[in-house]
Structure formats: C-alpha cells, structure tokens
C-alpha cells in the first residue's frame, strides 16, 4: 500500500512535469499556448514566416528527440502504450528508469512542435517506469512489480486527464489485462493520490468544457447504436491506416534512424500548412465540434486529416499517444454523423453535439477494445452524465463490431507486426511452445451428468484432482464439477441444495490439444479447479487432462533432472 502510494505520488509529479514541458515548447515552437486554438496564425517569435513557420518547427524538434531517443531508449518512440503492456506481460514488469526522462522530452518535443498525437500515451509509460524502478529498489517480486507498474499508469492517466476512475480502470483493462481485489485496491491508492497532486496543480474541473445534453426522443436509442457500429469499423480503420503509414515510412526511409523524425518532418509540416488546425493535441477544435461549429464536409475534412496527421507523426518516429487522436476522430465522426441525421430527421435526431461525444467514446473502444475504460473515461473527461445510457450502447456495439473485424487492437497490433504475441510464450521461454498434446495427463474417469452428489463427492474425495469433467451420454464434455462446488452445494440445506453433478457443471472456455500450451495455461489459470479437460479439436470429446503439474512435469522430462554422478548432490562420507 506504502509503494501504491508512493507510485502514485510520482505519476503526479511526473504528470505536472510533463504538461509543464509540453506547454513550454508549444510556446517555444509556436508562440502560443495552444496553436490548434488559433489555427492559421504566425509565429511572434518568427513573424517573417507567417503560417508557413509550421514547415520548419516539426523539423527542428527532429532534429533534438530524434538523436535522444535513439541514443538511449529506443522504446520511447511510439506511442508508449504496447511496450508497457510487453513489460507486464512477459518482462515481468521491468521497465529502464530512463525512459520515463527520455518519453517525458522526446514526446513534450513532438507535441509542442506540432505533433499531432495524444499525451496518455506518454504518461502511461512515464508513470510505468517509475512503478518498475520503484519495485526493483524495493526488491518486490515480480507479481508486484506487475502491479506497481499498473499503479504507474493508473496515477499517470488520472493525473494528466483529472480522471481518477479512468485511471483506475486503464490499468486493470489494459495494462493488468484482470481484475482482482489486490489490484483493484493498489492503483485506486495510486490514482487517488496523483489525482490529488494533479488538481493541486491543475485545479479540479473536467478536462473538456462541453454543453448539457440531453435525450430527447426513444428514436434517438436507434441512431446512437447505429453511430456505434459505424465508430467501431472507423476505430479498426485508424489502426489499420496508422500502421500501413508506419511502414510506407518504413519502406521510403533508407538513412539512420536518428535522422528520420526530421526528415519526416517536412512532411508533417506540409500537412500543418494545409490543415493547422492538426497541430499538436486538438483538444480546442474537438469543442468547437461538439458545440456544432462546422460544416460536415469540414469536419469529415478534419476526420481524414487527423489520421494522415497521427499516423505521419508515429510513423516518421515521433513519440505520442494514440489515445486522443481516437476521441478527436470520434468526435468528428460523431458530429457529422449527428449532422446528417438531424438533417433527415429534425424533430427526433436530437442535438449534433450529443452524437460527437458518443462518437469519442465509441471510436476509441473500437480502436482499443476497453469498453469499461472508455465509459469512464468519457464521463470523467467531460463530466457529462446525461447520455450515459447511449454512451454505454454505443461503445458495447462498437467493441463487438471491432472484435468481429479483426483480432488485434491498437495496441497490440503493434506488438504483432514485431513477431510479439502477447497470449503466446515469450521468446526463449522453456514453458509455453509446446502443443497441449504433447504435454497432456491421461483423462481421469470423467462423471456422469446424472450422478448424484453424494457419489461425485467421493469420486472427487479419492481423485487426485480438484475438479473432474462430466461427459453426457454421448461422452460429449459438457465441462467440469470442482470439488468446491459440491462441497459448497452439500453444506446447503438438503431440500435448496443440487441434486446431481450435471447441476454443478461449470463451462470453462475450451481447450484443444493442438492449442499451444502458453494460450492454454491462460485459460487454465482463470477456470476453477486446479484442472481442465483437452478436447480433440475436431468432435471436441475430450481426449485429455491440462494442469499446471502435467505442464511442469512435461518440462521436467525434457530436461532431466541433476544427479550425484553430475556432482550436482552431496556424496555420501568415504566414496
């Protein structure tokens, strides 16, 4: 809880740094404090370039992060978000303590010189780095290194967005990929007290400013689920464009590395030139869309240039979130969305704003598939609960559309395109590569779904298992009875109390025996029981018996244990 704290305290601190440097080189490089509020204007600093001082500014600042990052962390580049998630997944939460300095400048660079990308990308890995080097002074283990990690993320996302719950959730659904009592409790503490030091620094108000909204018409429900499924497909679309950008750069760029961000800046700056008002972060012109100030061939115009914009910035190696761009793309899909609607059907469609700010929402749980994230994340950004109903519905549709396209999300794509799979064994693991198959314990007698309580409280009393699959009369697997279970069930009073093990039969997600044993171990892990049956993939009888034991041992056996002759165990006296 101490260590909880403490993270906590540095995501704050490290969060107010960051907004600090991003706000002084926005200044530096811009001349305002906000560029994308003034879109179009010239720099005061230098007043005989006019607008076209965009052309030089993205280059200038590749010029400084781009040697920075390549010199001494290389996995600052990006948006910060899938390196985190690797750490935790298969790193064991260890994170160099210098990429929480090297993120904090290279991504304050990129965003204040025009950058168009997001700042929790940024903050997640800052704080992350702080919860690993924490951890590893403290010696913790790596359970808790995980979970410091988390801690991290959680303070960083709710100080920068005054988002303590978002944080909160972020780290579980994300980062943590579960939720746990421990962990609920840890980066709570965490986000709670970086909340504190944010809103000391930064007052406590909601990040955005957007007007009341309000349903007006039962219709309206129909067009919000529309406008979900419509997101989810557009969130699937940015992640696709986004990394088809990355490798075009990729496949254009044959100089070092450390130059390409300034390179790559030229063409940023043109896209700047054309459209200003994809300078840095956007947050002023996704409030002027929500408040109904465009056009929709404007907005749909901003729609596409925020996504040339982001994509050119990540893939030119600039360092940022993709967190933003996904709210400032939803909500221009929303708003023309909301246009077009009201257009068709004045007296039900409702207000155009309304459908920007499900838009947001909807648009980043397509992209990144946290659909309790992106809840809350809007409530909190705008303080808007009146729409909370759609904004629900929306975002539900738009997660399962995006899971029916594709497989991947935003975040973890980028770790695919490496070769990284994070359900998979990490490279070079001696546990995770072989086939369940190959690994599996013979099936124990499995139980009837007919028999009685009594009898498969012995059977499980005098099995080896903690739990024993019940088959029905075909021998099809219909799941599995824990020993928990029927003792829980036998302690009720006998007349409220199962009567037979089919009662009981809990139906855990299925394992093949030609899955690979990481993703296996996966599924194991989160099922009752200290056991799961291995069905043959294709009549799906089972065929087998999975457990952690069977797995070790299976590792055992191909790798055989030392022995005295090895000089491995004491000798007895007088040999």
Same mark, same amino acid.
């Given at each position: ?16 740094? !960051? ?18 509020? $003034? ?27 781009? &040697?920075?990052?390549?010199? !001494? ?17 298969? /790193? ?26 997001? @700042?929790?990308? &940024?903050?997640?890995?800052? *704080? ?7 951890? @590893? ?33 972020? %780290? ?26 944010? /809103? ?31 997101? *989810? $497909? *557009? ?87 993709? !967190? ?6 939803? =909500? ?13 059907? #004045? *007296? ?15 648009? !980043? ?37 995006? @899971?029916?396209?594709? @497989? ?11 070769? +990284?799979?994070?359900?998979?064994? %990490? #490279?070079? $693991? ?24 009594? =009898?498969? $409280? ?26 928990? %279970? ?24 299925? +394992? ?29 009888? &089972? ?33």
């Amino acid at each position: 809880m101490l260590m909880a704290v403490l993270v906590g305290a540095g995501a704050g601190v490290g969060s107010i740094v !960051f907004r600090w440097c991003i706000q002084s080189f926005t200044r530096l490089f811009s001349g305002h404090e906000d560029y994308a509020a $003034a879109p179009g204007s010239g720099n005061p600093h230098l007043p005989w370039l006019g607008p076209c001082f965009v052309l030089v500014v993205p280059v200038a600042a590749g010029l400084l992060y781009g &040697p920075l990052v390549n010199r !001494f962390a290389k996995e600052a580049r990006g948006h910060g978000v899938p390196e985190v998630m690797l750490a935790v997944a298969q /790193r064991g939460g260890r994170i160099s303590p210098k990429v929480a300095v090297v993120k904090t400048l290279a991504s304050a660079l990129t965003i204040g010189a025009g950058g168009s990308v997001g @700042r929790e990308g &940024p903050i997640v890995q800052i *704080g992350s780095a702080l919860g690993s080097t924490l951890g @590893r002074f403290g010696k913790v283990t790596e359970q808790r290194m995980k979970l410091l990690v988390a801690c991290g993320a959680a303070g960083g996302i709710a100080a920068t967005f005054n988002a303590p719950l978002a944080g909160v959730f972020f %780290a579980m659904e994300l980062i943590l990929a579960t939720f746990s009592v421990e962990a609920f409790g840890a980066t709570v503490l965490a986000s709670v007290t970086a909340s504190v030091i944010g /809103r000391a620094a930064f007052g406590d108000v909601a990040f955005l400013n957007l007007p009341d909204f309000h349903i007006q018409h039962l219709g309206q429900y129909a067009l919000f689920a529309a406008l979900g499924i419509v997101a *989810g $497909a *557009g969130g699937v679309g940015f992640s696709r464009i986004l990394y088809a950008v990355e490798d075009a750069c990729d496949f254009i760029w044959r100089g070092p590395e450390w130059l390409r961000p300034a390179a790559g800046g030229l063409a940023l700056g043109l896209v700047l030139l054309a459209l200003p008002e994809m300078y840095g972060v956007g947050y002023p012109v996704l409030e002027k869309a929500t408040e109904g100030h465009y056009a929709i061939g404007f907005l749909l115009l901003l729609l596409v240039g925020k996504v040339i914009a982001t994509s050119l910035t990540i893939g030119i190696g600039g360092s940022g979130g993709v !967190f933003a761009p996904s709210l400032f793309i939803g =909500a221009m899909l929303g708003a023309a969305y909301g246009a077009v609607a009201h257009g068709l059907l #004045p *007296g039900s469609a409702g207000a155009v704003g309304a459908y920007a700010l499900v838009g947001m929402g909807a648009v !980043f749980a397509g992209a990144a598939r946290a659909p309790i994230t992106a809840v809350v994340i809007l409530f909190e950004l705008t303080g808007e609960y009146s729409i909370i109903l759609p904004l629900m519905l929306a975002i539900v549709l738009a997660t399962a559309t995006s @899971r029916l396209l594709t @497989r991947d999300t935003i975040y973890t794509l980028k770790l695919r395109r490496r070769g +990284i799979d994070l359900t998979g064994p %990490a #490279p070079g $693991a001696r546990l995770g590569a072989q086939r369940v198959s190959a690994v599996m314990e013979p099936l124990p007698n499995p139980l009837s779904a007919t028999t009685q309580l009594t =009898a498969a $409280a012995e059977l499980l009393s005098l099995s080896g298992h903690g739990a024993l699959p019940v088959c029905d009369v075909d021998g099809v697997c219909l799941g599995v009875v824990t020993a928990q %279970a029927v003792a829980e069930a036998m302690a009720e009073q006998p007349d409220a109390a199962p009567a037979t093990a089919g009662d009981l039969v809990e139906m855990p997600s299925c +394992i093949t025996a030609d899955q690979q044993l990481a993703l296996a171990l996966h599924t194991l892990v989160a099922a009752p029981g200290t056991g799961l049956p291995v069905l043959d993939p294709d009549d799906l009888r &089972p065929v087998g018996w999975l457990s952690h034991q069977s797995a070790l041992r299976a590792l055992h056996s191909s790798h055989p244990a030392p022995t005295a002759s090895r000089g491995l165990l004491p000798q007895p006296a007088g040999r």
